[in-house]
Protein backbone atom coordinates (compact mmCIF):
# COMPACT_ATOMS: atom_id res chain seq x y z
CA UNK A 1 0.00 0.00 0.00
CA UNK A 2 1.13 3.72 -0.39
CA UNK A 3 0.29 6.50 1.20
CA UNK A 4 0.62 9.82 -0.32
CA UNK A 5 -0.47 13.32 1.08
CA UNK A 6 -0.24 16.01 -1.87
CA UNK A 7 -0.23 20.11 -1.41
CA UNK A 8 -0.91 22.24 -3.73
CA UNK A 9 2.56 22.70 -5.69
CA UNK A 10 4.41 20.07 -4.03
CA UNK A 11 4.69 16.92 -2.57
CA UNK A 12 5.21 16.99 0.94
CA UNK A 13 5.70 13.39 1.89
CA UNK A 14 5.48 9.76 0.51
CA UNK A 15 5.07 6.59 2.20
CA UNK A 16 5.70 3.42 1.21
CA UNK A 17 4.18 0.60 2.88
CA UNK A 18 4.36 -3.03 1.47
CA UNK A 19 6.56 -6.13 0.83
CA UNK A 20 8.09 -4.89 -2.46
CA UNK A 21 10.77 -7.34 -3.84
CA UNK A 22 13.20 -3.92 -4.24
CA UNK A 23 13.03 -2.48 -0.60
CA UNK A 24 14.77 1.14 -1.81
CA UNK A 25 12.74 4.02 -0.60
CA UNK A 26 12.32 7.36 -2.37
CA UNK A 27 11.14 10.16 -0.43
CA UNK A 28 10.51 13.51 -2.33
CA UNK A 29 9.92 16.12 0.22
CA UNK A 30 9.83 19.89 -0.03
CA UNK A 31 10.60 20.39 3.70
CA UNK A 32 14.79 21.12 3.64
CA UNK A 33 16.75 23.47 5.23
CA UNK A 34 18.04 26.51 4.63
CA UNK A 35 21.19 25.12 3.59
CA UNK A 36 21.75 21.70 1.96
CA UNK A 37 23.80 20.53 -0.37
CA UNK A 38 22.96 16.59 -0.71
CA UNK A 39 26.37 15.30 -2.66
CA UNK A 40 25.32 11.62 -2.43
CA UNK A 41 22.40 12.48 -4.56
CA UNK A 42 24.43 14.15 -6.84
CA UNK A 43 26.82 11.86 -7.27
CA UNK A 44 24.23 9.11 -8.11
CA UNK A 45 22.75 11.82 -11.31
CA UNK A 46 26.64 11.58 -12.51
CA UNK A 47 25.66 10.06 -15.88
CA UNK A 48 22.87 13.24 -16.28
CA UNK A 49 25.53 16.03 -15.67
CA UNK A 50 28.06 14.50 -18.12
CA UNK A 51 24.70 14.14 -20.23
CA UNK A 52 24.48 18.21 -19.94
CA UNK A 53 28.05 18.50 -20.63
CA UNK A 54 27.83 17.44 -23.42
CA UNK A 55 25.08 18.95 -24.75
CA UNK A 56 26.54 21.88 -23.71
CA UNK A 57 29.53 21.03 -25.95
CA UNK A 58 27.23 20.52 -28.98
CA UNK A 59 25.27 23.74 -28.45
CA UNK A 60 28.40 25.74 -28.49
CA UNK A 61 29.83 24.84 -31.78
CA UNK A 62 27.16 23.39 -33.49
CA UNK A 63 26.92 24.74 -37.23
CA UNK A 64 29.94 26.38 -37.07
CA UNK A 65 32.73 26.35 -39.61
CA UNK A 66 35.60 26.37 -37.08
CA UNK A 67 33.78 24.56 -34.32
CA UNK A 68 35.91 23.76 -31.37
CA UNK A 69 38.79 25.52 -32.24
CA UNK A 70 36.74 28.43 -31.14
CA UNK A 71 38.05 27.77 -27.43
CA UNK A 72 41.35 28.96 -28.67
CA UNK A 73 40.33 31.15 -31.16
CA UNK A 74 38.72 33.42 -28.62
CA UNK A 75 41.32 34.52 -26.39
CA UNK A 76 44.02 34.79 -28.81
CA UNK A 77 41.82 37.65 -31.10
CA UNK A 78 40.88 39.44 -27.14
CA UNK A 79 44.24 39.32 -26.35
CA UNK A 80 45.16 40.74 -29.59
CA UNK A 81 42.97 44.01 -28.75
CA UNK A 82 44.19 44.29 -25.36
CA UNK A 83 47.76 44.44 -26.55
CA UNK A 84 46.98 46.75 -29.16
CA UNK A 85 45.03 48.78 -26.88
CA UNK A 86 46.47 48.55 -23.63
CA UNK A 87 49.85 47.62 -24.77
CA UNK A 88 50.60 49.48 -27.72
CA UNK A 89 48.22 52.45 -27.71
CA UNK A 90 47.87 53.34 -23.68
CA UNK A 91 51.46 51.86 -23.53
CA UNK A 92 50.72 50.29 -19.77
CA UNK A 93 53.50 48.44 -18.42
CA UNK A 94 53.72 44.85 -17.91
CA UNK A 95 56.38 44.60 -15.49
CA UNK A 96 58.46 43.29 -17.99
CA UNK A 97 56.13 39.97 -19.14
CA UNK A 98 55.96 40.09 -23.50
CA UNK A 99 52.90 41.86 -23.53
CA UNK A 100 50.82 39.11 -25.37
CA UNK A 101 51.43 36.84 -22.67
CA UNK A 102 50.86 39.17 -19.75
CA UNK A 103 47.67 39.58 -21.43
CA UNK A 104 46.88 36.04 -22.46
CA UNK A 105 47.37 34.58 -18.64
CA UNK A 106 44.94 37.80 -16.98
CA UNK A 107 42.51 37.39 -19.92
CA UNK A 108 41.85 32.87 -20.11
CA UNK A 109 41.42 33.17 -16.15
CA UNK A 110 39.26 36.04 -16.26
CA UNK A 111 37.45 34.11 -18.94
CA UNK A 112 37.00 31.21 -17.10
CA UNK A 113 35.40 33.12 -14.17
CA UNK A 114 33.27 35.42 -16.07
CA UNK A 115 31.78 32.24 -17.92
CA UNK A 116 31.42 30.40 -14.53
CA UNK A 117 29.34 32.55 -13.16
CA UNK A 118 27.19 33.67 -16.03
CA UNK A 119 26.28 30.45 -17.03
CA UNK A 120 24.92 29.97 -13.07
CA UNK A 121 23.00 32.78 -12.99
CA UNK A 122 20.62 31.59 -15.80
CA UNK A 123 20.14 28.37 -13.79
CA UNK A 124 16.24 28.88 -13.68
CA UNK A 125 15.80 30.77 -16.53
CA UNK A 126 17.43 28.98 -18.84
CA UNK A 127 16.27 25.61 -17.48
CA UNK A 128 13.01 26.48 -16.64
CA UNK A 129 11.22 23.90 -19.31
CA UNK A 130 13.50 21.00 -17.90
CA UNK A 131 12.75 21.77 -14.56
CA UNK A 132 8.89 22.18 -15.24
CA UNK A 133 8.86 18.64 -16.78
CA UNK A 134 11.34 16.37 -14.56
CA UNK A 135 12.82 16.28 -11.30
CA UNK A 136 16.70 16.22 -11.02
CA UNK A 137 18.82 17.73 -8.21
CA UNK A 138 19.05 21.30 -9.35
CA UNK A 139 22.45 21.65 -8.21
CA UNK A 140 23.27 19.38 -11.52
CA UNK A 141 23.26 22.51 -13.89
CA UNK A 142 25.67 24.54 -11.97
CA UNK A 143 27.85 21.40 -11.69
CA UNK A 144 27.64 20.79 -15.51
CA UNK A 145 28.46 24.64 -16.26
CA UNK A 146 31.41 24.62 -14.17
CA UNK A 147 32.98 20.82 -15.57
CA UNK A 148 32.29 22.64 -19.43
CA UNK A 149 34.20 25.86 -18.35
CA UNK A 150 36.66 23.82 -16.83
CA UNK A 151 37.71 21.94 -19.95
CA UNK A 152 37.57 24.93 -22.06
CA UNK A 153 39.73 26.48 -19.71
CA UNK A 154 41.76 23.71 -19.49
CA UNK A 155 42.67 23.80 -23.49
CA UNK A 156 43.33 27.45 -22.97
CA UNK A 157 45.84 26.86 -20.74
CA UNK A 158 47.38 24.04 -22.55
CA UNK A 159 48.22 27.34 -25.18
CA UNK A 160 49.51 29.25 -22.27
CA UNK A 161 52.19 26.93 -21.34
CA UNK A 162 53.55 26.51 -24.75
CA UNK A 163 53.77 30.09 -24.95
CA UNK A 164 54.90 30.32 -21.62
CA UNK A 165 58.00 27.67 -22.03
CA UNK A 166 58.43 29.49 -25.95
CA UNK A 167 58.89 32.82 -24.30
CA UNK A 168 61.26 31.04 -21.62
CA UNK A 169 63.91 29.59 -24.34
CA UNK A 170 63.89 32.82 -25.92
CA UNK A 171 65.44 34.45 -22.98
CA UNK A 172 62.62 36.72 -21.61
CA UNK A 173 61.81 37.91 -18.10
CA UNK A 174 59.44 34.67 -17.74
CA UNK A 175 60.19 32.60 -14.30
CA UNK A 176 57.54 30.17 -13.39
CA UNK A 177 57.69 29.37 -9.60
CA UNK A 178 57.09 26.56 -7.02
CA UNK A 179 53.36 28.79 -6.80
CA UNK A 180 52.21 26.94 -10.17
CA UNK A 181 51.13 24.02 -7.70
CA UNK A 182 48.51 26.00 -6.66
CA UNK A 183 46.82 26.16 -9.61
CA UNK A 184 44.00 23.23 -8.65
CA UNK A 185 43.35 25.41 -5.94
CA UNK A 186 43.12 28.28 -7.59
CA UNK A 187 40.82 27.10 -10.53
CA UNK A 188 38.98 25.60 -7.50
CA UNK A 189 38.31 28.79 -5.64
CA UNK A 190 37.55 31.43 -8.30
CA UNK A 191 34.41 28.57 -9.60
CA UNK A 192 33.40 28.24 -6.52
CA UNK A 193 33.02 32.30 -6.18
CA UNK A 194 31.78 32.96 -9.57
CA UNK A 195 29.01 29.91 -8.96
CA UNK A 196 28.26 30.96 -5.42
CA UNK A 197 27.71 34.55 -7.32
CA UNK A 198 25.70 33.17 -10.20
CA UNK A 199 23.67 31.10 -7.45
CA UNK A 200 22.35 34.44 -5.55
CA UNK A 201 21.77 36.24 -9.21
CA UNK A 202 19.82 33.31 -10.56
CA UNK A 203 18.10 32.95 -7.63
CA UNK A 204 17.35 36.85 -7.62
CA UNK A 205 16.22 36.72 -11.44
CA UNK A 206 13.41 34.30 -10.92
CA UNK A 207 11.55 37.12 -9.69
CA UNK A 208 13.10 40.13 -11.10
CA UNK A 209 14.16 39.38 -14.63
CA UNK A 210 15.84 42.58 -15.25
CA UNK A 211 19.11 41.86 -13.21
CA UNK A 212 20.02 38.76 -15.75
CA UNK A 213 20.14 41.82 -17.94
CA UNK A 214 22.69 43.85 -16.22
CA UNK A 215 25.09 40.86 -15.71
CA UNK A 216 27.41 40.88 -18.71
CA UNK A 217 27.16 44.99 -18.09
CA UNK A 218 28.73 44.12 -14.47
CA UNK A 219 30.81 41.58 -15.53
CA UNK A 220 32.61 44.17 -18.16
CA UNK A 221 32.48 46.54 -15.62
CA UNK A 222 34.20 43.92 -12.89
CA UNK A 223 36.99 43.28 -15.43
CA UNK A 224 38.01 46.74 -15.16
CA UNK A 225 38.65 46.94 -11.32
CA UNK A 226 40.98 43.50 -11.64
CA UNK A 227 43.99 43.68 -12.75
CA UNK A 228 43.18 41.77 -15.57
CA UNK A 229 44.77 44.56 -18.71
CA UNK A 230 47.11 45.98 -15.99
CA UNK A 231 49.47 44.92 -13.17
CA UNK A 232 48.81 46.06 -9.68
CA UNK A 233 52.11 47.83 -9.36
CA UNK A 234 50.26 50.45 -11.54
CA UNK A 235 47.72 51.19 -9.46
CA UNK A 236 48.36 53.91 -7.21
CA UNK A 237 49.69 53.01 -3.89
CA UNK A 238 46.60 54.70 -2.07
CA UNK A 239 44.11 52.28 -4.31
CA UNK A 240 46.06 49.49 -4.24
CA UNK A 241 44.64 47.68 -0.72
CA UNK A 242 41.30 48.27 -1.88
CA UNK A 243 42.41 46.87 -4.93
CA UNK A 244 43.18 43.80 -3.68
CA UNK A 245 40.24 43.36 -1.76
CA UNK A 246 38.27 42.74 -4.99
CA UNK A 247 38.06 38.78 -4.39
CA UNK A 248 39.07 37.84 -7.64
CA UNK A 249 42.17 40.11 -7.77
CA UNK A 250 44.67 37.83 -5.63
CA UNK A 251 43.90 35.13 -7.64
CA UNK A 252 44.73 36.93 -10.72
CA UNK A 253 47.55 38.20 -9.41
CA UNK A 254 48.58 35.32 -7.74
CA UNK A 255 48.18 32.92 -10.96
CA UNK A 256 50.01 35.28 -12.76
CA UNK A 257 52.99 35.67 -10.66
CA UNK A 258 53.33 31.66 -10.41
CA UNK A 259 53.22 30.93 -14.16
CA UNK A 260 55.27 34.35 -15.24
CA UNK A 261 57.24 35.52 -12.11
CA UNK A 262 54.96 38.97 -12.46
CA UNK A 263 53.72 40.76 -9.76
CA UNK A 264 53.84 39.81 -6.13
CA UNK A 265 52.09 36.56 -3.91
CA UNK A 266 49.30 38.38 -1.88
CA UNK A 267 48.85 35.48 0.29
CA UNK A 268 47.18 37.79 3.26
CA UNK A 269 44.51 38.86 0.57
CA UNK A 270 43.95 35.80 -1.07
CA UNK A 271 42.73 34.24 2.37
CA UNK A 272 40.19 37.14 2.71
CA UNK A 273 39.51 36.28 -0.84
CA UNK A 274 38.97 32.77 0.33
CA UNK A 275 36.68 33.73 3.46
CA UNK A 276 34.32 35.82 1.22
CA UNK A 277 34.11 33.54 -1.75
CA UNK A 278 32.76 30.99 1.65
CA UNK A 279 30.22 33.16 2.53
CA UNK A 280 29.46 33.99 -0.91
CA UNK A 281 29.04 30.53 -1.93
CA UNK A 282 26.52 29.69 1.19
CA UNK A 283 24.45 32.75 0.84
CA UNK A 284 24.33 31.64 -3.09
CA UNK A 285 23.18 28.03 -1.44
CA UNK A 286 20.72 29.22 0.89
CA UNK A 287 19.62 31.07 -1.96
CA UNK A 288 18.84 28.41 -4.41
CA UNK A 289 17.17 26.19 -1.77
CA UNK A 290 15.08 28.69 -1.23
CA UNK A 291 14.23 28.92 -5.16
CA UNK A 292 14.06 25.15 -5.27
CA UNK A 293 12.26 24.12 -3.14
CA UNK A 294 9.05 25.64 -4.91
CA UNK A 295 10.10 24.10 -8.06
CA UNK A 296 11.71 20.62 -7.17
CA UNK A 297 8.64 19.03 -8.06
CA UNK A 298 6.63 20.39 -11.31
CA UNK A 299 3.31 21.60 -10.31
CA UNK A 300 1.77 20.32 -13.67
CA UNK A 301 2.82 16.64 -13.10
CA UNK A 302 1.02 16.11 -9.77
CA UNK A 303 -1.77 14.84 -11.79
CA UNK A 304 0.40 12.07 -13.89
CA UNK A 305 2.48 11.05 -10.35
CA UNK A 306 -0.90 10.77 -8.46
CA UNK A 307 -2.20 8.45 -10.91
CA UNK A 308 0.95 6.27 -11.30
CA UNK A 309 0.82 5.93 -7.63
CA UNK A 310 -2.15 4.95 -7.50
CA UNK A 311 -2.19 1.93 -10.23
CA UNK A 312 1.47 1.08 -8.04
CA UNK A 313 -0.57 0.85 -5.07
CA UNK A 314 -3.38 -1.21 -6.78
CA UNK A 315 -0.36 -3.59 -8.17
CA UNK A 316 0.93 -4.37 -4.44
CA UNK A 317 -2.61 -4.57 -2.45
Not at 178 to 192: C, D, G, K, R, Y
Request: proline letters at 4%; charged letters at 10%.
Amino acid sequence: MIKFLVKRGSIIKIKVVSALQNNEITVISSKRKLFSVNLKELWKYRDLVTLFVKRDFKNSYKQTVLGPLWIIINPVLSTLVFTVIFGIIADISTDGIPQFLFYMAGNILWSYFSACLTKCSSTFLGNARIFSKVYFPRLVMPTAYIIFNTVNFLVQFAMLLVLVVIYMFTGTNVHPNALVLLLPLLLLHISLFGAGCGLIISSVTTKYRDLNVLVSFGMTLWMYITPVVYPISQVPESFRTLMLLNPVAPIVETFRYAFLGSGTFPWQYLLISLAVTLIILVLGMVAFNQVEKTSSTPSDSLAKLHLQLTELSNEHE
